[in-house]
């Protein structure tokens, strides 16, 4: 239900005034828009009473502890398995593109595939369930216990522990070691004061992959003009790279009273959170504005990288948010954000109202294209792959291909990932070898979400590859994998590597968690060391999971022809289908 009576304003752009004594001021980042279109909430526990305070009649809002902690479960539990419908509107936008490659339309299906599987509510979008982030801005008149933190935090463990989510907190239990607190709290809840009438809370779930893509630059004016900041922006933004499942919802924020303030900025406005800043800026009040020129230009910039939608192509992103803030005249602080296939994060606002929700679409379905079409570019130009037959024949196979083809997995995988190869290095260190299904099938680097009942698999999706390029030389030199499953570039190592001993890379799509375990992914059992828990070694049957030659045998690598534009802005550079056009 969409609610006339959520959609009160933070206040902060209301606040940007001259007082009647002269004094202009501005909030850094005033924000006045509509807000998103929003449900009410069945959660109780709102009241409001007036009083007479030093003589002044005021109208308090009391918000009980059980609002903010059902509030908290039903946000998580919302961002776990719907997308805004901004963001699947975009994936269609990319089936529909007829200058999009193969590749980036092949990629924005799963994830559009992956997102109608997800809203069955049974698995999460993605298999990283991410840290807990709260940022909420309460007003004047608003009275809580104090203690909003505790409160969130207990609906948030809630909603982990209900729910098919994956716990990846680690406490620190002495400086060098951890353990992982089976709840996945704590979160980081912030809330600042605000001169609004409500209580706004902006709940996020942000993976490690997409979390580890938030960068700080501290530049200098040099770079304050619209080349060098061009070339400087080519350069950052394509150290991205695709290990947070592109496209990205990409944010760049240039200038900032602080470092840890850009930063914050970056996070919020890859969110979407900032969009309604204004659009200049401001000589007296100093304040934030965004720049949809220069957003134009960095999107355009994005989509002459190269990258794609992970696999070549042009949609690197699907949109660019360029935030300006004031900054003291002996620094500069940039900073570069994303948001991840896995864009989770919901708006909820408690007023005189109740408790509201942004909507997010809960009929993702609606955007998949025709049952034609779909089938059309399923059964694009794809090689299957049997994987259970011997090693060398897989590799010979595989030796036929070119980086950036589309290959269609059957057969047995293991998986395995950073704790079982620290172990496996311990164990030829000491003069061991490795074990036999090391050598004789392919390693899938991931990691499961829980595995709902009745079902065979929790959420699986790849994990960062380049965490394990470290082992890659010493284990193919002592036998094995030589092949690879993962997500993201690899280092120049494992391209070297490869080529020495007959390797492959593939790259599996970064994001379709829930698809994969649905439709791909048929049997899970522990094979080996099992006291590893979520980490342990895992034998895995797969039917028809895609993926795509990222680095082979003969030190060719579909990332090498990616990067900078080096034409000048304008030129287009586009990989398709893994050939570079120039
Ligand atoms: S979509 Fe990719 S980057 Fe985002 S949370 Fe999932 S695995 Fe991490």
């Not at 207990?154 to 909603?159: L, M, N, T, V």
């Amino acid at each position: 239900m969409d609610d006339e009576s959520a959609r009160t304003t933070d206040g902060s752009a209301a606040s940007a005034r001259t007082d009647t004594d002269g004094f202009a001021y501005s909030p850094l980042l005033p924000t006045d828009g509509e807000g998103p279109r929003m449900r009410r909430l069945d959660i109780g526990g709102v009241e409001t009473t007036t009083t007479e305070v030093a003589g002044t009649s005021r109208t308090f809002l009391t918000v009980a502890p059980e609002t903010l902690t059902d509030l908290a479960e039903v946000a998580f539990k919302e961002i776990s398995h719907y997308l805004r419908t901004d963001h699947l509107a975009s994936l269609r936008a990319i089936i529909d593109d007829p200058e999009a490659s193969d590749n980036d339309v092949f990629v924005a299906l799963d994830l559009l595939q992956n997102a109608a599987v997800s809203a069955g509510e049974i698995l999460p979008m993605c298999q990283d369930t991410g840290t807990a982030i709260v940022s909420a801005k309460r007003g004047p008149n608003v009275l809580t216990d104090g203690d909003d933190a505790r409160h969130l935090s207990r609906g948030i463990g809630r909603a982990y522990e209900e729910l098919n989510l994956r716990y990846s907190q680690l406490a620190p239990t002495s400086l060098f070691e951890e353990t992982n607190t089976g709840t996945n709290l704590p979160a980081q809840i912030e809330v600042a004061l605000s001169p609004a009438d409500d209580y706004e809370l902006l709940f996020m779930a942000k993976g490690g992959g997409s979390a580890n893509k938030s960068f700080l630059y501290q530049e200098t004016k040099a770079v304050l003009n619209e080349s060098a900041m061009l070339d400087f922006l080519a350069e950052k933004i394509s150290t991205l790279g695709t290990a947070a499942c592109p496209p990205y919802h990409l944010a760049v924020v240039i200038g900032g009273p602080s470092a840890e303030f850009t930063l914050k900025t970056a996070k919020l406005a890859s969110a979407h959170y900032l969009d309604d800043l204004p659009e200049t800026g401001d000589a007296e009040l100093g304040h934030g504005f965004r720049d949809r020129e220069f957003e134009k230009t960095v999107f355009e910039l994005t989509q002459n990288l190269g990258f794609g939608a992970q696999f070549g192509g042009k949609y690197f992103c699907h949109d660019v948010r360029v935030v300006r803030l004031p900054r003291h005249n002996g620094s500069l602080p940039i900073a570069i954000a994303v948001s991840c296939s896995a864009d989770r994060q919901i708006i909820a606002r408690i007023n005189s109202g109740g408790v509201f929700i942004e909507e997010l679409e809960h009929d993702p379905a609606r955007f998949l294209p025709a049952m034609g079409r779909v089938e059309e570019i399923e059964s694009g130009n794809v090689t299957a792959i049997d994987l259970d037959r011997p090693m060398p024949d897989l590799q010979a196979q595989l030796s036929e291909l070119s980086v950036g083809d589309r290959v269609s997995l059957t057969g047995t995988v293991i998986v395995a990932r950073d704790i079982v190869h620290a172990e496996l290095r311990d164990r030829l260190d000491a003069g061991g070898e490795l074990p036999d299904y090391f050598k004789d099938h392919p390693i899938y680097y991931a990691g499961p979400a829980k595995t709902p009942e009745g079902m065979s698999s929790g959420s699986f999706g790849p994990t960062t590859s380049s965490r394990m390029d470290t082992y890659v030389r010493q284990f193919q030199e002592a036998g094995g994998p030589m092949i690879m499953l993962g997500k993201g570039n690899r280092s120049a190592q494992v391209k070297s590597s490869c080529a020495e001993f007959g390797g492959f890379y593939l790259g599996s799509i970064g994001g379709p968690a829930a698809r994969l375990a649905q439709d791909c992914i048929t049997s899970v059992e522990v094979l080996d060391m099992e006291e590893l828990g979520m980490e342990a070694v895992w034998k895995i049957h797969v039917e028809d999971f895609p993926a795509f030659i990222i680095t082979d045998d003969k030190g060719n690598d579909f990332f090498d022809s990616t990067g900078p534009p080096t034409l000048g802005l304008g030129r287009t550079r586009t990989v398709r289908d893994g050939t570079r056009l120039d």
